[in-house]
């Protein structure tokens, strides 16, 4: 039964990925499964960490779009040598964000050409896809009011357009791909964990 999956949350900030990644490492562990690696995108490494804090904190000169976009495909790259690759066939894995999160911000967002992104991915050999994404959707407005409680961060400072731009990229590739279950998390959190169990019951019978 312990099959290991490699599972991806995603959604814009604010949308729920980091309540729900702890909720699925309780149901795993609650199913006996122990042996899960957490990670997060941008970021899991040593490396990828410093570029991460650099992507969501850096300020003090113009920082463009496509800076952003290598310093991303940078982390990922980190991320997939050292973490990913080594341990997708001996580790459960869970990401708080993965490749997905690239086309909605970078291409939906940034609105980056998709042809840049599709020749990144190809240059980093990004082969390794999730058996399941979950994409928690939420309308901008309520994920923004949920973490305006602690300080925004660089890509939080963005727009509401911003935010429904990427909102919209992401929900056209997740009805296109039947890996990628969408839950509405507009709802209140006991029905967003409710519809989570749910795909991860399902999940580990596969
Ligand atoms: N469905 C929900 N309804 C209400 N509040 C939520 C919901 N999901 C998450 N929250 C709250 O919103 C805030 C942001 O959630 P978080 O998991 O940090 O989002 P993300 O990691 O996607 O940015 C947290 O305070 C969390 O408790
Ligand atoms: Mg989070």
């Known amino acids: 039964m312990n099959n290991k ?13 980091s ?9 795993l562990n609650n199913l006996n499964i122990h042996n899960i690696i957490k990670t997060h995108e941008p970021g899991g490494t040593p490396i990828a960490e410093k570029l991460r804090n650099i992507i969501k904190f850096a300020k003090g000169e113009k920082f463009s779009h496509k800076t952003e976009l290598l310093l991303i495909y940078a982390a990922r790259l ?12 001996t580790n459960w894995i869970l990401s708080d964000r993965y490749d997905l999160s ?40 309520i994920a923004l009011q949920r973490i305006q409680i602690k300080m925004y961060d660089r890509i939080e400072k963005e727009s509401i357009n911003f935010f429904s731009r990427v909102r919209k990229y992401y929900l056209k590739i997740a009805k296109k791909d039947k890996n990628i279950k969408i839950i509405d998390a507009n709802y209140n959190l006991k029905n967003v ?13 596969v």
């Open 19 to 27: 309540t729900i990644c702890s909720y699925i490492i309780k149901l």
């Open 5 to 17: 999956k490699f599972i991806v949350i995603e959604g814009i900030d604010g949308a729920g990925k």
């Open 102 to 141: 690239t086309y909605a911000y970078q291409i939906g967002g940034r609105k980056i050409n998709k042809k840049i992104i599709l020749f990144l991915q190809n240059f980093i050999n990004n082969n390794i896809k999730p058996d399941i994404t979950i994409y928690l959707d939420v309308n901008p407005l």
């Open 193 to 205: 964990k409710s519809s989570v169990e749910k795909i991860i019951n399902k999940l580990i019978l």
């Open 78 to 89: 980190q991320l997939l040598d050292n973490i990913i690759r080594k341990n997708i066939n």
